[in-house]
């Protein structure tokens, strides 16, 4: 009946009177959501396309004109951008398709040891060992200034180790050397907030999805977690036995990933604070760690190997080639690496 009425055939036969089984079958079949149902088997599918392209990914380009080495990469949110921070003190713009060398930042005053864009695209920022925030106009290439504090001419007393937006781009969260965390206006560069907590060398910060709560690495060996309203401490993390090097957050919310020098990757509940798993398998200090935007995977980095782990089971899925820096395009599809000798690798 349903295909005769979309071919839109007459239909002459007398209305029926419908018993209440088949009522109650035919009210069922009322109450689904179509446009939700589709949603939702579209939303499925993409995870099974993008977990597959994760495990066939494969360098196909090779980005060269650093001549030190990248500590550093990001990727605009719109996934045509890579901004890229070296030891040559310069942060580097490419063209993501293509591969070529869009612009270069000159001036630093140190190596370069993080780079990140906001979320609106506008915004490029980078830090490093001259202890400087320093912030460009991305869309012009022109300078905008430096997040300096109070009365001194830095961002922080020691190299800038990591920088983090938060999900609306308006605060920037620093780590440092110095041991601290320092929270920003991003729009005026100003200091909101210094975090003290730590008792050695920051090396990492993440913001959760919902911008409520601060993550954060330090060479204490631990990972902090921190309230993002009032900055109040609210846990504290540990298991990891060298250098807590980089953390990421995945885009539920629900775990933290963790990358150390004892050469282990730590998956936590965010929730619980507990240990989900401890992953091993690398032969030297993890340096780099990304969660991809389905939440399926887990990229781990170190000076001479990449490692791709199931964020679900722990188990390792693949090794790649490469070295850190790592980080997923936000569609999830394109992984960039450090390729050694200040080279970038893309992998599709």
């Given at each position: 009946?349903?295909?005769?009425?979309?071919?839109?055939?007459?239909?002459?036969?007398?209305?029926?009177?419908?018993?209440?089984?088949?009522?109650?079958?035919?009210?069922?079949?009322?109450?689904?959501?179509?446009?939700?149902?589709?949603?939702?088997?579209?939303?499925?599918?993409?995870?099974?396309?993008?977990?597959?392209?994760?495990?066939?990914?494969?360098?196909?380009?090779?980005?060269?004109?650093?001549?030190?080495?990248?500590?550093?990469?990001?990727?605009?949110?719109?996934?045509?951008?890579?901004?890229?921070?070296?030891?040559?003190?310069?942060?580097?713009?490419?063209?993501?398709?293509?591969?070529?060398?869009?612009?270069?930042?000159?001036?630093?005053?140190?190596?370069?040891?993080?780079?990140?864009?906001?979320?609106?695209?506008q915004m490029l920022i980078a830090g490093g060992f001259d202890n400087v925030i320093t912030s460009w106009k991305l869309r012009t290439k022109t300078f905008s200034g430096i997040f300096n504090k109070p009365n001194s001419p830095f961002s922080h007393g020691a190299v800038v180790s990591d920088l983090a937006f938060s999900p609306n781009g308006k605060i920037l969260i620093s780590a440092s050397g110095d041991e601290t965390i320092a929270v920003w206006d991003s729009l005026r560069g100003k200091l909101i907030h210094t975090i003290t907590d730590h008792s050695n060398m920051v090396n990492c910060v993440a913001i959760s999805p919902d911008g409520q709560t601060i993550a954060s690495g330090s060479n204490d060996k631990t990972i902090r977690l921190w309230n993002r309203r009032g900055y109040q401490q609210r846990s504290i993390l540990t298991g990891h036995t060298g250098w807590v090097t980089s953390i990421a957050i995945s885009p539920d919310g629900k775990?933290?990933?963790?990358?150390?020098?004892?050469?282990t990757v730590r998956l936590w509940n965010l929730h619980t604070e507990k240990l989900i798993f401890s992953l091993t398998g690398h032969s030297t200090a993890v340096l780099s760690i990304a969660i991809s935007p389905d939440g399926e995977t887990v990229v781990s980095a170190s000076i001479n190997e990449i490692k791709l782990w199931s964020l679900r089971t722990g188990k390792l899925l693949r090794n790649l080639n490469g070295c850190y820096p790592v980080t997923f395009s936000p569609d999830g599809r394109i992984l960039v690496s450090g390729g050694g000798k200040g080279k970038i690798k893309i992998w599709r």
């Open positions: 009946m349903l295909k005769a009425n979309l071919l839109g055939v007459n239909q002459s036969k007398p209305t029926e009177k419908l018993g209440n089984a088949e009522l109650s079958y035919k009210q069922k079949f009322s109450d689904i959501d179509i446009d939700k149902e589709l949603q939702v088997i579209k939303a499925n599918l993409n995870n099974l396309i993008t977990v597959k392209s994760h495990l066939d990914l494969k360098c196909n380009t090779i980005l060269k004109g650093h001549i030190g080495n990248v500590n550093s990469v990001a990727i605009s949110r719109n996934s045509d951008i890579i901004a890229s921070g070296s030891d040559d003190r310069t942060v580097k713009l490419w063209h993501l398709t293509t591969g070529k060398s869009i612009y270069t930042f000159f001036g630093q005053g140190g190596e370069v040891q993080a780079v990140n864009i906001s979320p609106n695209g775990t933290i990933a963790s990358a150390s020098a004892d050469k």
